[in-house]
């Protein structure tokens, strides 16, 4: 699923190539995705142009000047810039024709995605209203975590994984973040000490960064902006050995999440 990261470089990956592009057309192929996508886009885009393309936790949001065109990624979701020649295949549900003979194209087996139009502040939809400080920002701080974990009985994974907590952290980076912290996924948020918040807090930011990094050099194909990382220390790896101690990694879930953690390493 994609993750902050995952959405941050295909937003540097777009920018260079889009903005200042006009919108031509838009062929709508399945509109029923998490929410429908209007089919007033194919006469509201064309002779717009992109701005710039913004990002808020998982969404991206695209600069038309008299309104945003807003995309997530869903669970399965990805972009790819092609000829505008090129034949659609299976799930892809959306192209965004552009000026330079280039079309985005929205490719979402799961169409748990999003693509939608509005006009007004970002900060004022629905969807983005709620959404918690950027973990990249100063607005997310050891500080911060320390007074958002206090009287809170959740499981601490699933706290960071709230998105009105903070931006962006799913699953992968929440297992990463705790593991690197030597924090226990399970144990109640409002347990950790001023120290301990002051640490994860620089974790996250350091196991987000550090992927928005891999994602910018690592090779992926020449059309397709999606971008999903390897070499995780615990994401996917429950029966294997933990990078720390050479002990045999747990796997639990929490909040119907594959957790996986070290007994040894992790308090
Ligand atoms: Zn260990």
Known sequence: MPELPEVEVTRRRLMPELVGRSFTGVVLRVAKLRLPVPAELAEILPGLAVR?????????????GCGWLLVHLGMTGFLRL??????????????FIFDNGQLLRFHDPRKFGIVTWF??????HPLLADIGPEPLTDSFSGEY???AT???????????????????????YANEALFRAGIRPDRAAGTLTHQECMVLAGVI??????????????RVAEDTVAYYPQNFSVYGRGSGECSGCGNRLEEIRLGNRSTVFCLTCQK
Do not use: W
């Open 52 to 64: 710039s393309i913004e990002r808020r936790g998982k969404y991206l949001l695209f600069d038309c």
């Open 82 to 95: 092609l000829r505008s020649s090129t034949p659609p295949g299976k799930h892809d549900h959306l192209d």
């Open 119 to 124: 006009t007004g502040s970002p900060h004022d």
């Open 145 to 147: 975590l320390f007074t």
């Open 150 to 172: 206090r009287k809170r009985n959740c499981a601490l994974k699933q706290l960071i994984m709230n998105s009105s907590v903070v931006a962006g952290v799913g699953n992968i």
């Open 205 to 218: 930011r350091a196991v987000l960064e550090e992927s928005i990094g891999e994602g910018s050099t690592c």
